[in-house]
């Protein structure tokens, strides 16, 4: 009867437990190292001359001009 | 200087495609390869949406995480690129990207796949900058220019947004209070104005 009881028990606590080993199955991408050439910035070009700030202020007068209630009302 | 991304307008998009074409220009892209495309959602329904896609340049792109030869990079300004001479055509790349950026060309007999070929922002590769070998292989670098992608610039609705995060995110934000929320931000009263209160046919006029 004990026996019984016992198996019962182990059992039970098995089946509690059987949960507990579930792994996450949800990938982590791992990022590699680039094996490639290496790139130069926009701004290193006999254009700007390695001007950083000059390539900036060029890309944001663009980028600011994207906004045409800006153009219509001459703000 | 921040990220440079994109940002799509879907209440402004018309669907005119000129994103596209401006994309096949500049970069003369081959026959079969469309690395910006305008995708219609309830196509011929009242209120349908356009927006246009191509790579976005995803902060945490999952294109490099998937690449068996790790021929992507990320540059200062946040635009994902990758060396043509590295690119084995697998095509893990596409399969991981949610966009379906990645794009084939066919190389050789039996449709044999070549090596990838994507939207650079118009940021070119790793080749020298404005140099022969990076126009044939990734475009033309417009922004080593000082000037942004071209599908933005040309988009005439101003419904594809592209540059500085901050700026388009600043330019986006003023448009939506503009334009208010309601049933007004999209159809005939926001693209023309609201209708005269004069007959639309004045008497003795031309219909």
């Known amino acids: 009867m004990n026996r019984l009881l016992l198996a019962v028990v182990a059992a039970g606590f098995a089946l509690g437990v059987a949960g507990c080993g579930e792994q996450a199955e949800v990938t982590v991408y791992k990022q590699g190292k680039y094996q490639g050439k290496p790139d130069k910035d926009p701004w290193d070009n006999d254009q700007f001359k390695s001007d950083k700030n000059a390539w900036e202020k060029s890309v944001k007068a663009r980028n600011l001009s994207q906004n ?8 | 200087m921040a990220r440079m991304k994109f940002l799509a307008d879907a209440e ?3 669907e005119c495609n000129g994103c596209v074409t401006a994309c096949k220009q500049e970069h003369e892209i081959p026959w079969g390869v469309n690395r910006r495309r305008v995708v219609t ?5 009242p209120g349908e949406k356009s927006i246009s896609v191509d790579c976005m340049h995803c902060s945490d792109a999952p294109c490099m995480a998937v690449c068996p030869v790790d021929c992507f990079y990320k540059s200062n300004e946040g ?3 990758h060396d043509k001479d590295l ?15 990645p794009q084939f060309p066919q190389d050789g007999a039996f449709g044999l796949r070549g090596k990838m070929d994507k939207c650079t922002f118009c940021a070119g590769g790793p080749e020298p900058d404005h140099s022969a070998a990076e126009y044939k292989k990734y475009g033309r670098n417009r922004l080593a220019e000082g000037k942004l992608p071209a599908c933005a610039e040309m988009c005439a609705t101003k419904a594809l947004l592209g540059g500085d995060s901050d700026v388009i995110s600043d330019i986006y934000r003023d448009r939506v209070l503009k334009r208010g929320k309601g049933s007004e931000v999209w159809g005939w009263g926001t693209a023309y104005g609201k209708p005269d209160a004069k007959p639309a046919s004045q008497p003795g006029g031309k219909s």
């Open chain 2, 41 to 45: 959602m309830n196509d011929g329904v």
């Open chain 2, 12 to 14: 402004r998009c018309i």
């Open chain 2, 87 to 101: 690119c084995i055509g697998c095509g893990y790349c596409f399969y991981a990207c949610p966009f379906g950026a």
């Open chain 2, 79 to 81: 635009v994902v690129l």
């Open chain 1, 68 to 75: 045409e209630y800006v153009r219509i009302t001459g703000n």
